[in-house]
């Protein structure tokens, strides 16, 4: 195939010579066409080409079809042997031997059948139905689980209550005490909760009242009294609170 590249090669080169308008200018279609009309001798003869397509005629190279045609070379081995079948001149193809197709046989596998298009509409509706459903009932699962995550999230989250929102007894009810606070009893919205607060230091000496909207916490520590309006059981408020 070296002879037939190098003269491809050249073909191309003089064809764009030719081609080439005085300003230095060379577009496609006048390429083409100077190829179409070259003709030129080289080593493997005279060097033409077909006006209409291109392609260099069969008097100035030979076209030939090869098949590999299976064979058994013995001992379960097989082999590929190459035939020529078909030779191209200038008054068409010429066959030598038949050619042998994938199946072992010389008959000539049939096209693939051409596409059908729908007769009507009525054809589409459910494509177009199945696939407008499909898209629908995606965009309710999105829909679906973006409200869920929403809700889960919100749920997760630390609950906050409105200072407003704490009743207490009048005396509030001491449930308990530490060293840091007090545990009293309050309610949340007719539910009872006990509401945690820091107090003073360790060793102050609590006294509690209260009052509507408000919880007076007095200490003999160094801050002698403290009022915070009512915390809330098990959640947490911005007054220190928890």
């Not at 006048?30 to 060097?47: D, T």
């Not at 409105?162 to 309050?186: C, M, T």
């Not at 919205?189 to 360790?202: E, N, P, W």
């Amino acid at each position: 195939f070296l002879p037939i590249e190098y003269e491809a090669y050249i073909a191309l080169g003089l064809a764009a010579c030719n081609a080439l308008t005085e300003d230095n200018v060379l577009t496609g279609k006048s390429h083409f066409q100077a190829l179409k009309e070259l003709s030129f001798s080289s080593v493997s003869g005279q060097v033409e080409f077909d006006p209409d397509t291109g392609t260099r005629t069969p008097q100035s190279i030979r076209y030939k079809v090869t098949n590999w045609v299976a064979e058994e070379k013995g001992e379960g081995k097989m082999g590929f042997k190459r035939v020529v079948t078909h030779i191209l001149n200038s008054d068409g193809w010429d066959e030598l031997v038949p050619y042998v197709f994938n199946d072992g046989t010389t008959n000539i596998p049939a096209d693939l059948p051409p596409q059908e298009e729908p007769s009507n509409m009525d054809d589409l509706i459910v494509p177009v139905v199945v696939g407008a459903t499909v898209c629908l009932l995606f965009l309710v699962g999105v829909i679906g689980y973006l409200f869920w995550d929403r809700k889960r999230k919100a749920h997760d989250a630390v609950h906050k209550v409105k200072r407003e929102d704490i009743v207490f007894a009048d005396p509030p009810e001491v449930l308990g005490r530490g060293a840091f606070g007090l545990v009293l009893l309050g309610e949340y919205r007719g539910t009872s909760v006990a509401v945690k607060h820091l107090i003073g230091s360790s060793g102050s000496s609590v006294t509690v009242s209260s009052s509507p909207g408000s919880l007076v916490i007095s200490s003999n520590s160094s801050t002698s009294s403290q009022e915070k309006s009512g915390g809330a059981g098990d959640c947490v408020i911005d007054d220190g609170y928890f």
